[in-house]
């Protein structure tokens, strides 16, 4: 099954922290990317963070300093960890990754997304 599975979300007070993952399933030649997008009601879905497989990482400017996006290279997972929470920060949150399944076949996956309520 060549699928991505999220874990992490919650409801949690402003202030507070999260941390999310997702997992990369199937077979794996090589991960190129992988990151987190979120999405509103109404919105359109908008980037949080993401790294390269150079390592490299991006962040949106509203989270930049709060958030941290971290990868497990052997168990081809991300993370993002989120500080400092804030009631703007809640939406589904969705993994995103571009993954070669073998030297010819590429393809980008989404996660079932999760959600995240931060409460006032």
């Known amino acids: 099954q060549e699928h991505m599975v999220e874990s992490g979300g919650g409801l949690v007070q402003a202030g507070a922290s999260l941390r999310l993952s997702c997992a990369a399933s199937?077979?794996?030649?090589?991960?190129?990317?992988m990151g987190w997008y979120r999405q509103v009601p109404g919105k359109q879905r908008e980037l949080v963070a993401t790294?390269?497989?150079?390592?490299?990482?991006n962040y949106a400017d509203a989270v930049r300093g709060r958030f941290t996006i971290s990868r497990d290279i052997a168990n081809n997972t991300v993370f993002l960890q989120m500080n400092t929470l804030k009631p703007e920060d809640t939406a589904v949150y969705y993994c995103n990754a571009g993954i070669w399944r073998t030297n010819t076949r590429f393809a980008m996956y989404w996660g079932q997304g999760t959600q995240v309520t931060v409460s006032s």
């Open positions: 199937g077979t794996i030649f090589r991960v190129e990317s």
């Open positions: 790294i390269i497989r150079a390592g490299n990482m």
